[in-house]
């Protein structure tokens, strides 16, 4: 956690995100609970758990607007709840239809999208396919994701636990992520130009700041029961 530094106290800043964290939490378990009344799925009556993280975004306004920020993906867990502070220089948007349309945003109120395993709730169900693109504007945004899990023994399909679908899905993950490394290192290189071109620096490329979905997120993030 950030220590305490000169106008910035590092324990009051911890225990106000654990409290607004719990709070999100419960709140995700409540929806939850009124999507399998809804959609005819078995919530867990207790044991869900969920995986707060903050990202940060700093943007100089150099990067194109819809030049992606995050690689567009789909989140592990049942659902995932977002809020943000609307900054301008990065927008979140979804796939609908074959196109990307921007997130709507409404100050204080939290954008709540299915994550990959409702489909196997659900059959029929679509996740939520989504990427962060720049504006083209400086400046920053700071957004919050809590990501929602079911208890390891969970049962989620025949014969299978939360835990066993959700470790299968981490590994497809992984896998994609591997074989789309090998694809760009064995890509044809360009011929070097004659003048080499000036490494990017903070005040000429946006910097971005922010957990990936791959993260390891028992340390990027604080896990909170519910």
């Given at each position: 956690w950030p220590s305490s530094a000169l106008g910035f106290d590092g324990a009051a800043f911890r225990d106000a995100l654990e409290r607004y964290g719990a709070d999100l939490a419960r709140e995700a378990v409540r929806i939850v609970r009124e999507c399998a009344s809804r959609l005819g799925f078995d919530a867990p009556t207790r044991g869900c758990a969920a995986t707060l993280t903050l990202n940060y975004y700093v943007c100089d306004g150099s990067a194109p607007a819809g030049e992606p920020l995050v690689a567009e993906h789909t989140d592990v867990g049942v659902l995932?709840?977002?809020a943000s502070d609307g900054g301008g220089c990065a927008?979140?948007?979804?796939?609908?239809?074959?196109e990307w349309s921007r997130a709507p945003f409404r100050g204080g109120a939290v954008l709540v999208h299915a994550a990959d395993c409702l489909p196997e709730l659900v059959p029929g169900a679509r996740t939520a396919r989504h990427r962060v693109v720049a504006t083209g504007e400086?400046?920053?945004?700071?957004?919050?994701?809590?990501f929602v899990d079911f208890p390891?023994?969970?049962?989620?399909g025949p014969g299978m636990t939360y835990k066993t679908w959700r470790?299968?899905?981490?590994?497809?993950?992984?896998a994609t992520a591997k074989a789309g490394a090998r694809g760009k290192a064995s890509a044809p290189r360009p011929r070097a130009k004659?003048?080499?071109?000036?490494?990017?620096?903070?005040?000429?490329s946006p910097r971005v700041e922010s957990s990936?979905?791959?993260a390891d997120e028992a340390r990027v993030a604080p896990r909170l029961a519910a």
């Open positions: 995932t709840l977002v927008a979140l948007e979804l796939l609908g239809d074959g400086p400046g920053t945004r700071l957004s919050a994701a809590l390891d023994d969970h049962v989620v470790l299968s899905r981490v590994r497809r993950a992984m004659a003048a080499a071109r000036p490494r990017p620096n903070s005040s000429t990936f979905f791959c």
